[in-house]
Structures are given as structure tokens and as C-alpha cells.
């Protein structure tokens, strides 16, 4: 045995060295590779574990994110941001149940439109949908609805927005539509109008334009049910007649549109009406008639059934007739001698006339006392805004008319609402009768309002004591009261 301290070799059993004296003990081998193996276990268990408590820290917080990015009220505010803002693609975030109408940027854009002028309309939306619990019927036009999920398990939700068929009706054959910039197709006939059912369109503010070859009509116009556009482009057929100026030039609103034949007449067909025209005729010398103002107005009535005190614009044989006058020397002298010689014819008539002048005086009587119910319906509808025709142009005192004033506050109210689409009135004479130089009727109107977020209502309004004058304008609209809603 060797000597641990000294090593000196010693006999096997010794307990001392025999050279140095140190105690002699015995030891066993170590085992170095199981106690090297005993070591390495633990470490890496302590990795394994702490990898798995590092990922579970990551996908709870990643949950903890995505339950709060992607929560109903997050969602939602997204959504309504981008409802408002039509640069921002909202195409994602929309489905619709029409399987003919596809989904893009572009068509998403009315939407988005009518949101933009409406901001209080998709705000008062947002406030709904938070406070809703499930999934809404469908039925609004725009409504909010789970449609799958993010990241597998959280809700989706997307607007469900309702698409409708509207109807363009215009007055001329061959128009050609374009909606929100798009070719729509061409007006086709329908017995006495002219008609096109459109493809589906999303619920929102679009552009609708008519073009024919007399000219043009376009609205913008909030659709929110399958309603009828009417785009009808005004136009009226007249004639013009200055016998006095054979072969004068006609200008209307300043510009040259005809020659006078060499009777002094021409005839327009089917003319493009604006607001506010005018018209004069120059004399082959010259010479310029009185402007006759503002006669669109009048000549976009009926003929048949309208009635003008002026007397250059007159109904002939159902058609409307300008006719200019001059002041100028020259045309008093023509007047003058073309009166000298019908006062002669004058004369020999003027005893048969005598014998006529009794039997007349009794049907004026008759006239004075009859009512023309054509224009009193016209009258009636014009003052409601239902005419081609300013609305104040049917009272008394124009703008200045209380009841008009009434009316129109009522209208304008109608018209800054931001959940009212649009709106009409249907009115109804119920009984009429004169009274003195006056009209006294009873009037019943029904309002119809179409709603951005709830169904159509139609509200019927009575009127008692409607008075108008003998020339068909409105003095007072009565004593008007809510009947039924």
C-alpha cells in the first residue's frame, strides 16, 4: 500500500507508514461518470420549464391583445371611422344578400357618402350596436353581424347593408342613364313615360344623371327603399310670333337660337327650360323688342289648363305663344294704321255684336261662379312643392306669405334631418266653394317620409278654410290639424 503523504510503499493491512508514520486508510473509487450524469438532469429540466412558462406569458398576452384589438366596441369604432371616410377601403368590413351585387371599394362608396354628410346618423348607429347583445334581425338597412373570426376564436363582425332596385322615370325616349359616374343603361318606354328599373345598388347617396338630345337632368339622391327617381329633363314646345319682325333674330338668355320666318314666326319644340329666361327679337334693322322675362316659368305649365295675365305670353289653340313688343316709333306707327283699319271693320260688326252682349252677360255671370278644379289642383299642389314651379310663386306675397313661411320652415326642418331619406305630400281637395272674389276649400295632405333608420310613415295632415283668389294663389292655407299617423 502506498503511502498517501510520503509514498512509501507499505505492507498490505498496515495502519502507519513505516517510513513517515502517517495513518494508511482505504479509499474507494469515486464514480466520476454517474456523478457527472446526476449533475446534467436538473438543467435541463430548468430550460424545459422555463420555455413553457415564457410561452404561456407570450399567448396570454397575445390573447390579452387580442381580446381588446379585436373586442365588439373596438370593432366597431373601426368600422364607423371608416364609414365616414370614403378614401378608406370599407369593402372588407361589408357583405351584402343580394348574390348580382359585388362588394368593392367603388361600390361601398355611396355608403360611405351618405355617412360622411351624416355623421350623427353613424355615431347614434355606433351607440346602438354596443348596446345590443347578439346578433341584430337584418332588417335596418344597415345592420351589424357576426360573420366569422379572428385568429380563430375571437368574433368578426361586418355590416350588413341593403341593397335596392330604384326606378329612373324622365319624360324623353332614348335617355341614357349614368349612376355614380357608370354607364346605367337606356331609358326604355313604359306607355306614356319612360322607365328604367336599375341594376342593385348599396343604401347610400348616389349620383344620377339623364342625358338625352335635348339636353340633361341629375340628382343626388339618398336611396334607402326601391323609390322612383323622377329625372325628368323640362322642356316645352312654343312659338314665337312678331309679325312686325319678318325675318328677325331670336335671342333667349342673351344668345342667338333662330331666325323668324318671313311671316315673323318660328316655331320651338321640345326647348330645354331654365330658371329665370328671357327673350327678345331684333328687327332685321336692328331695332329690339321688350324682353319678355322669366316666360319659362310660365310656358312649363299645360297649355290646356294654365293661365298667364301677360300678354306676350298667351294659350293658343293649346299651344303657348310669345309674343315680343317694341316701343320704338316705327312699330306705334304700324300698330296705328293696322288699328284704323280694323275699326272700320269694327263698325259693321258692332250691331251684331249689341244682340249677343245679353246672352254673354249671363254666362259670365255663370263663369265668375264656376271653379276650375285643374287649376285649383295645380294651385294646391304647387304651393306644397309638388309643381315644376317655385313653390312661393302660388301665394299671395310670394316668400312673404305666412303660410308659406309655415311650410317651409316645416320642409327645411325635413331636410337637415339626417335620418330622413326623403319626403313628398299628396294633397287632396275635399270640398270647394266660392265666396265673393275668393276660394274657400278643405285640403287633406299626406306626408310621406322615408326614413334612414326606421320604416316609410305617412302622416295625414287636414286643412280647413283653404282660401285662394280669383286668380288661383293662396291667401291663407287655414286651420291645419294631424289627423292620423
Known sequence: MKCPKCGSMNKAGAKFCKNCGSPLTQQKPKPVAQMTSSRAVPKKQNKLVLALA?????????????????????????????????????SKDVFTKTASFQVTKDSVEPLQKYYHDHPSVANELASKWKSESGEQAGKDAVSLQKSGHWLLFLPRYKLQVATYKPTVVTNHANAKITVDGRSAGTVKTSGKQYVQRLAPVIAGTHAFVISSSVGTSS?????FSDAAIDLSIHTASFQVSAPDAPNGSIYINGEKVGTLDGDGNKTFINYLLTKNMSLY????????????????????????????NDDEI?????????????????????????????????DRDEDADSNDDADSESDDADE?????????????????????????????????????????????????ADNISSYGETVTISKAHKKGDNIICDLRVTHHVVWTNKPTTNVVDQYVGTTL?????????????????
Open 54 to 90: 415564457l410561452l404561456v406569458v407570450l399567448l396570454a398576452a397575445f390573447y390579452g391583445w387580442g381580446s381588446f384589438y379585436y373586442s365588439k366596441d373596438k370593432q366597431i369604432d373601426r368600422i364607423v371611422v371608416k364609414m365616414q371616410e370614403p378614401t378608406k377601403d370599407l
Open 314 to 346: 298667351v294659350a293658343v289653340n293649346g299651344s303657348w305663344v310669345l309674343k315680343p313688343e317694341w316701343n320704338d316709333d316705327d312699330a306705334d306707327a304700324d300698330a296705328s294704321s293696322a288699328s284704323s283699319s280694323e275699326d272700320s271693320n269694327d
Open 219 to 223: 340628382a343626388s339622391v339618398n336611396v
Open 469 to 485: 283668389n280669383d286668380d288661383y294663389k293662396i291667401i291663407s292655407m287655414g286651420h291645419g290639424s294631424t289627423i292620423s299617423k
Open 281 to 308: 327679337v331684333k328687327k332685321t334693322d336692328g331695332s329690339r323688342s321688350e324682353t319678355i322675362s322669366d316666360f319659362g316659368r310660365i310656358i312649363s305649365r299645360d297649355p290646356k289648363k294654365a293661365r298667364s
Open 368 to 416: 265668375s261662379n264656376r271653379i276650375d278644379q285643374d287649376d285649383l289642383q295645380e294651385a294646391v299642389d304647387g304651393a306644397w312643392g309638388n309643381g315644376d314651379d317655385d313653390a312661393a310663386d302660388y301665394y299671395v306675397g310670394g316668400e312673404g306669405n305666412s303660410s308659406y313661411q309655415s311650410i317651409k320652415r316645416m320642409h327645411d326642418s325635413w331636410d337637415n
